[in-house]
Structures are given as C-alpha cells and as structure tokens.
C-alpha cells in the first residue's frame, strides 16, 4: 500500500522541484542582468575598425567591418563619416544594404558598419592614410579611427590574365525600367585572346550582352594584347519581381583565363491598385434616406508594398458615403484586403439614377470606381399608397351596394 502512494507523490514532486530550480535559475540570471546594468556609466560609447593596419596588393580594393560598442545605459544616435582619404580613392560607409551616414546604437549592445576602400588605377606601392570619425548628436562623445592601408606591388602571376571593372557595381530603378551596366573588359595575357562573355541573373530575368553604342547582342569578342573593350550588360527584371537587392556575376573566360564581377540591381519595385466588386458590378439599388453597404475588394498589383491606402468618396450634396476600415495601414504585393462602403442617399433625394465615385488612394498608385446608385422610393409611402388604394376600392364598394339596396 506503502509503494502505490509513493508512486502517486513522485510525478508531482518532480514537477514541484523542477519549476523551483527553473524560478531560482531565472531569477538569479535576471538579478544579474540587473547588477550589471547597474554598473555600467549613464554614457559610453566607443569605436573601433576591425584592421586598423593592413597590407594589401595593388589594385585590391578593401572591405571591414567598423565596430560601435555603447557601454552605458541609454541609446546613442551617432553620425559617422570618411574626414580624410588621399586622392585616388573611392570610400564608403554602408551596411549590405544602405550607405550609411548615422547609426544607432541601444544600450549595453554592440553595432557594426562596413568600411570600403576602392583604389583606381593610378595608386602606387605606398602607405595611404584615412580617418573615420564620429559624434553623437550632442557632441558628448567625439571619436576618430586612424586607418593605415599598405599598398604592396603586385605579383606578376596575379597581374596577368583578365580583369573586370565597372564604376557603377549597383543600380538602382523601379521593377519595370531596364538596368544597364558598363564593364570595363581588360587583356592582360600578353597575346590577342577572345573573350567569351556570359551572365548569372535570377531566374526569369532577361539579359543581353552588347558593345559599347552599338544595338547587336554578342556572346565573345576580341581583345588585343594588353588592350581593353567596354561593354554593356543589360538586365530586364521579370515583371512581378518584388522590390529588394539581387546579386548580377558577371563572367569573362579564355582558354587560360576567367574572371568575373559582382553587380547588384536594387528594385525600388513598382506601385499599382486594383480594386473592384466580387461580380464586378458596379451599380445597386436603395431607398431614400436608407443605408446600402457594398463589399469593396482592394489589391495591390504592383511589386511594392503600398501604405496608408485612404478612401473617399465624390457624392451627390447630403448624401453620406462611410468605408470600413477607413485605412488600410499595409497592403502588401498581390495582397487583398475587403472594405465595407455604406452609402445612405439624403431623406429628400429624388427617386432616379445617381452617381457615386470612391477613390482607393494609396499614395503612389490610385483606382477610381464609379457607382451608379439607383433611388427608389420609400417603402413606406408604398405601404401608404397601398392603404390609400384599399380604402377607396372598401369606400367604392360599399357606396354602390348602398345605392343598390335602393
């Protein structure tokens, strides 16, 4: 008897113990937290590059990561910019996405940017210096990071072959514009060598290759030795391709060398509304001074995200049109959101056709619906001009049998 009860104790006491050590675990991790918390300044904020000193072969550009540290207890909102750079090279601070001109950084967190450096062809063996510096909007932080990049000559296995270069790497336009990119086709082999030419685009997307100022779409093409061509590499976006980065490789090969370049297209995307009725009609039927309510559906056919989608309404004087919901906060690509319209005709509105137009706006992309409204008289009065009609054919019968009678 002894051994059943015991089993029956051991589930729940088992559970018991293991949200005891749970509770204390939690409770001392978040008391930790706390102390530390407490322990670090109102303001503390530091920067610092990932290489402050580096050695790099000529004609190699440079990309790491600048490090932002806020040791203390608030937020801090940090400009951040390239103060000095020697000529003949192109920097920038960005993210994977954005170039970066401010940041912020929450407390007790760590952030990063990403420091590029692009020498053009002019840059020598040498040392060449840059400083990055920072502040916070009101000054209480002052930061400066020294950068020293050596420049070393290059091999000469590494100078021969191909090399690829274009002073735009990233595009930017809307989903349906054509991006065009220029690309430098460089022959550093010693000898004549043709060049096949070929593209990685996303899937559907469509590419052409072409010379410089001329229409014709080529595969290859000749270089002399130590001689370079300019081509033109044109991409066309499929058509429902949404807003957001895609990675363009560009590749040239010969028989002894290949080479290739990364390029991006950035879709801003395009901006497009349809909106209509589940039967695509667009009239009804009401009766003076009572509400109608029509189901109205809203879709973005465009391939960006489209915000605050208002509605309105053009209507004849002292009619009332009303939508639910009154805004459509986000409406994301092929999305499709219902609003309820309710159109109620003034008490005193004539009894024929009426036109009401709504208007979806969202912005950047608007659609117009034209309703044609038809007014019908009150119900009542009918029931009222029914009673009328019944009382006198009543009245009418009995006079005449009354007259009968005599």
């Given at each position: 008897?002894?051994?059943s009860i015991g089993?029956?104790?051991?589930?729940?006491l088992?559970?018991?113990?293991?949200m005891?050590?749970?509770h204390?675990g939690?409770a001392?991790?978040?008391?930790?937290?706390?102390?530390l918390?407490e322990?670090?300044?109102?303001?503390l904020?530091t920067?610092a590059l990932e290489y402050p000193?580096?050695e790099v072969?000529?004609?190699?550009?440079v990309?790491?990561?600048l490090l932002?540290?806020?040791?203390?207890?608030?937020?801090?909102?940090?400009?951040?910019?390239?103060?000095?750079k020697?000529?003949?090279?192109?920097t920038?601070?960005k993210?994977?996405?954005?170039?970066?001109?401010?940041?912020?950084v929450p407390?007790?967190?760590?952030k990063?940017?990403?420091?590029?450096a692009e020498p053009?062809?002019?840059?020598?063996?040498?040392?060449?210096?840059?400083?990055?510096?920072a502040?916070?909007q009101d000054?209480?932080?002052l930061?400066?990071q020294?950068?020293?990049?050596k420049?070393?000559?290059?091999?000469?296995?590494t100078m021969?072959g191909?090399?690829?270069s274009?002073?735009?790497?990233?595009?930017q336009a809307?989903?349906n514009?054509?991006?065009?990119f220029?690309?430098?086709v460089?022959?550093?082999?010693?000898?004549?060598?043709?060049?096949?030419?070929?593209?990685?685009?996303?899937?559907g997307w469509e590419?052409?290759?072409?010379?410089s100022y001329?229409?014709?779409?080529?595969?290859?093409?000749k270089?002399?030795?130590?001689?370079?061509?300019t081509?033109s590499?044109?991409?066309n976006p499929?058509?429902?391709a949404?807003a957001?980065e895609y990675?363009?490789?560009?590749r040239?090969?010969?028989?002894?060398?290949?080479s290739e370049i990364?390029?991006t297209?950035?879709?801003t995307?395009?901006?497009s509304?349809?909106?209509?009725?589940a039967t695509g009609?667009?009239?009804?039927?009401v009766?003076?001074?009572?509400k109608a309510?029509?189901s109205i559906f809203?879709?973005?056919?465009?391939?960006a995200?489209?915000?605050?989608?208002?509605?309105?309404a053009?209507?004849?004087?002292?009619w009332?049109?009303?939508?639910?919901?009154?805004?459509?906060p986000?409406?994301?690509?092929?999305?499709?959101?219902?609003?309820?319209?309710?159109?109620?005709?003034?008490?005193?509105?004539?009894?024929?056709?009426y036109?009401?137009?709504i208007?979806a706006?969202g912005?950047?992309a608007v659609?117009?619906?034209?309703?044609r409204?038809?007014?019908?008289?009150?119900?009542?009065?009918g029931?009222?001009?029914?009673g009328?009609?019944?009382?006198?054919?009543?009245?009418?019968t009995f006079?005449?049998?009354?007259?009968g009678?005599?």
């Open positions: 008897m002894k051994s089993k029956y104790w051991i589930a729940p088992s559970i018991f113990l293991l005891f050590f749970v204390t939690h001392a991790e978040t008391k930790k937290k706390t102390v918390s322990d670090r300044p109102e303001r904020l920067m000193g580096i072969a000529q004609g190699q550009s990309s790491m990561n932002f540290h806020n040791g203390g207890k608030t937020m801090e909102f940090v400009q951040v910019w390239v103060s000095a020697p000529s003949g090279w192109r920038r601070l993210t994977d996405q954005y170039t970066v001109t401010g940041l912020s407390a007790g967190e760590d990063s940017i990403i420091f590029e053009d062809k002019s840059i020598r063996p040498g040392d060449y210096n840059f400083l990055i510096e502040k916070t000054e209480r932080f930061l400066k020294p950068l020293t990049i420049v070393r000559e290059a091999d000469k296995a021969r191909l090399k690829l274009t002073s735009y790497p990233i595009l809307p989903s514009m054509k991006f065009e220029s690309i430098e460089e022959n550093k082999l010693g000898k004549d060598a043709i060049v096949n030419l070929s593209a990685q685009v996303p899937e590419v052409n290759i072409k010379p001329e229409p014709k779409t080529i595969s290859s093409l270089i002399r030795a130590n001689d370079s061509q081509i590499l044109e991409v499929i058509k429902d949404r957001g990675p363009i490789i560009f040239a090969q010969t028989e002894d060398a290949r990364r390029l297209c950035v879709l995307g395009t901006y509304i349809e909106a209509g009725t009609l667009l009239s009804l039927e009766n003076q001074g009572k309510t029509v809203v879709k973005n056919t465009g391939t995200t489209l915000k605050n989608v208002k509605f309105t053009y209507k004849p004087e002292n009332k049109v009303e939508f639910k919901p009154e805004v459509i986000v409406l994301e690509p092929r999305e499709i959101k219902q609003v309820e319209a309710t159109i109620t005709p003034a008490d005193e509105a004539l009894v024929g056709d036109s009401v137009n208007v706006d912005d950047k659609k117009n619906l034209e309703f409204v038809s007014v019908k008289a009150s119900t009542t009065w029931w009222i001009g029914l009328i009609i019944l009382v006198v054919i009543a009245g009418l006079m005449f049998r009354w007259i009678r005599r």
